[in-house]
Structures are given as structure tokens and as C-alpha cells.
């Protein structure tokens, strides 16, 4: 923690999160036959596909998504093919529903309401693990090639992959609670194009069809629209306040976000632009507290917010009951998160 004075106005407490480096990097090698295991079929997965939940929204047409949950409150574009269809209206059941072609192809879901069964958010890791049988390796057959992804301790402990039937689910465990923070089910080709454990294939690659690109600036502002929203439920979670979206702030975070990405860097300190708090000062912040949260190479939002929710600076940040207001900025997969106590006179 550094404290220090800004002229002599501003009494600043910057936090930076930085006891963990999040960079997430996901790889890819080429193996053979012989590297991937024979778990491709249904034996040693958890049971059939889930009969009952938002699992079972995997392949539901957009009309009969709509049937069961109404229009979404914005719908939001993917670096993977599909649109996450955002329900936040209420934060005990926001999920987002990702379509691609008329069909549901994944869910993630935060709200403590939503029906994930056969799990539940908030649910202990021990009844998880007493009831899931869980692998280091899940492999799969898609077109005609073989994937299999490898799952390190840590993905196990804080991430498992579970194979259930024709469907794949991710479970994101809170460690510091050791209980379900959130959950995402996808379908098997999705899963290749977020690709968030290590992969070994032997054939083709899935990769992203020139049709599907969507512009940078597109994902960008879904994705800060998404940290916002997780952001305020994961407080909630734990009885703090919501924070306010500060435009200013989030100019700054995007700056921050873009000067890393171009200067390829990793860290809190710019060459070009200095310190948060001279960031700010810039940024015509005016403030008491000040913290900031980054992150990089992460797929998405909500894989971003659980990596932040399990490392204990960035936590600190996220929980800290004194912001009132926050800005995210998100350039290309650089992610930054500002936060802010606003200044009273």
C-alpha cells in the first residue's frame, strides 16, 4: 500500500491488486494420436447431460429462448461467433446466453437464482466434489479431429472442466470461500474457440471464420459493460454497495488498457503516462481512494472477473467497501479496472 499526497488537496490510498501477475495463457501444441487419451467418449463423464437448469438451453432456438426468458436487455457481440444475449434486469438471475445462428451455444451464469442444476451458486466446493467426477484431461472429437484439453492444479482446484453428455461445464470456484462463484456450460465447439485450459489436437484447429470477425471496439464496450455488471453482483454478493459508473474514470482504465497493449507491457506503471495516480490527475479524477485492477490474454468478461475474485490484491480492490464509483476500460484483451471514492466537499 502506498499512501501520498497529491498537491495538497487529494489524500491518496492506491491499491493496486498487484501481489498476483493475472496474464492468462492459454496453449496450443499439435500432438498425435498417442498424446490424446481415449476419453473422448461418454465413459468416465459426469452422468447424461443435465435434464433440468440452463443446461438445457444448449441448442434451444432463439424462439424458444425468448418464450422462456423474454427479450434480453442488450445484446452483446463475441470475438467467438455468438452474441451473449444479456438478461441483468434482476441480479439474482443474470446469465448471459450466447447464440450463434439461431441457437443457444453457451450460458454463463452469476445470479444466486438461476437454475444451474445439478449445481447451485454458493454451493461448497466438498459437496461439489463428493457428487462430480472431476479429470486433468477431457477429450473430445469434433469434424473429424481430436482435442484434448489438460487441466493443471490449479485449473482443477479454481476452474474445472466437467463433461456431461454432449455438453461441456465450467465451474468457477471462489477459493477464498470454497464455494461456486459462477458457472458457464457450453457446447463442444465453442469450448475449441475459447480454448481456456492447455490443448493438444491432432487435426485441425478451430479457429474463427472471416464471417464471424467482429470489430475490436464492438467486443470492447460489451466487454466493460459486463465487468460492470459482474462487478456490482460479486459486491452484492458479499453486502456492499453497487458502484456507479464514472465516465471519467473509465477513460482513464482505457487509456491505461491501450498503452499496454501498444507499449507491450504488463503493469501499473506507464513510461508514457506514469502512475494511477498521475493517470488520474490527467483524467480530471477527482477522488479520495483510488484503486486499480488489471488483467491480460483473458477470453471474456466473465472469465476476466473470476480471475480478479481469486487473487488476493485484486479482490481486496474488487470487495473494498470505500469505492463509490468505478471505470473499466477494455483494449483488445487487455483489461483495467479503476476504482474510485468520489471527492466530497
Same mark, same amino acid.
Given at each position: 500500500m502506498i499512501t501520498a499526497i497529491l498537491g495538497i488537496v487529494f489524500y491518496l490510498n492506491i491499491q493496486n491488486? =498487484?501481489?498476483? *501477475?493475472?496474464?492468462? &495463457?492459454?496453449?496450443?501444441?499439435?500432438?498425435?494420436?498417442?498424446?490424446?487419451?481415449?476419453?473422448?467418449?461418454?465413459?468416465?463423464t459426469n452422468s447424461e447431460r443435465p435434464t433440468d437448469?440452463?443446461?438445457?438451453?444448449?441448442?434451444?432456438?432463439?424462439?424458444?429462448?425468448?418464450?422462456n426468458l423474454g427479450q434480453p436487455n442488450r445484446v452483446d457481440q463475441t470475438y467467438y461467433g455468438? =452474441?451473449?444475449? *444479456?438478461?441483468?434486469? &434482476?441480479?439474482?438471475n443474470y446469465s448471459q446466453i450466447g447464440v450463434k445462428d439461431g441457437k443457444v451455444v453457451t450460458v454463463y451464469a452469476i445470479g444466486s437464482e438461476v437454475n444451474i442444476s445439478p449445481f447451485k451458486i454458493g454451493q461448497h466446493v466438498d459437496e461439489i466434489f463428493s457428487s462430480s467426477y472431476v479429470e486433468t484431461e477431457i477429450g473430445l472429437d469434433f469434424e473429424g479431429s481430436s482435442y484434448q484439453f489438460e487441466l493443471?492444479?490449479?485449473d482443477l482446484n479454481t476452474r474445472p472442466l466437467l463433461k456431461m453428455g454432449d455438453i461441456f461445464v465450467q465451474l468457477y470456484i471462489d477459493k477464498f470461500t470454497a464455494t461456486l462463484s459462477s458457472f458457464r456450460v457450453m457446447d463442444a465447439e465453442?469450448?475449441?474457440?475459447?480454448?481456456?485450459?492447455e490443448l493438444v489436437y491432432f487435426g485441425e484447429?478451430?479457429?474463427?471464420?472471416?464471417?464471424?470477425?467482429?470489430?475490436?471496439?464492438?467486443?470492447?464496450?460489451?466487454?466493460?459493460?459486463?465487468?460492470?455488471?459482474?462487478?456490482?453482483?460479486?459486491?452484492?454478493r458479499f453486502g456492499l454497495a453497487s458502484l456507479?459508473?464514472?465516465?471519467?474514470?473509465?477513460?482513464?482504465a482505457y487509456g491505461h488498457s491501450k498503452d499496454m497493449e501498444e507499449s507491450n507491457t504488463f503493469s501499473h506503471t506507464s513510461e508514457k503516462f506514469g502512475e494511477l495516480t498521475d493517470r488520474l490527475e490527467a483524467g480530471e479524477v477527482f477522488y479520495q481512494v483510488a484503486g486499480e485492477n488489471i488483467a491480460a490474454n483473458y477470453a471474456d468478461a466473465p472469465a476476466v472477473m473470476e480471475g480478479w475474485l481469486n487473487s488476493k490484491g485484486h479482490r481486496e480492490s474488487l470487495l473494498n467497501e470505500d469505492f463509490t464509483h468505478i471505470g473499466v476500460g477494455v483494449y483488445k484483451k487487455y483489461y483495467t479496472q479503476n476504482f474510485i471514492q468520489a471527492w466530497k466537499e
Open positions: 491488486g =498487484d501481489e498476483e *501477475i493475472l496474464v492468462e &495463457d492459454g496453449t496450443q501444441k499439435k500432438g498425435s494420436n498417442q498424446d490424446i487419451s481415449n476419453n473422448s467418449s461418454d465413459e468416465g437448469g440452463v443446461s438445457t438451453y444448449i441448442g434451444m432456438s432463439k424462439e424458444t429462448l425468448e418464450e455468438f =452474441d451473449w444475449w *444479456i438478461y441483468n434486469a &434482476d441480479p439474482a493443471s492444479e490449479s465453442t469450448l475449441l474457440k475459447l480454448r481456456p485450459y484447429l478451430q479457429e474463427i471464420e472471416p464471417d464471424e470477425m467482429v470489430p475490436d471496439e464492438k467486443v470492447e464496450d460489451a466487454n466493460e459493460k459486463q465487468i460492470y455488471d459482474i462487478t456490482n453482483i460479486m459486491r452484492m456507479q459508473w464514472d465516465e471519467k474514470t473509465a477513460t482513464v
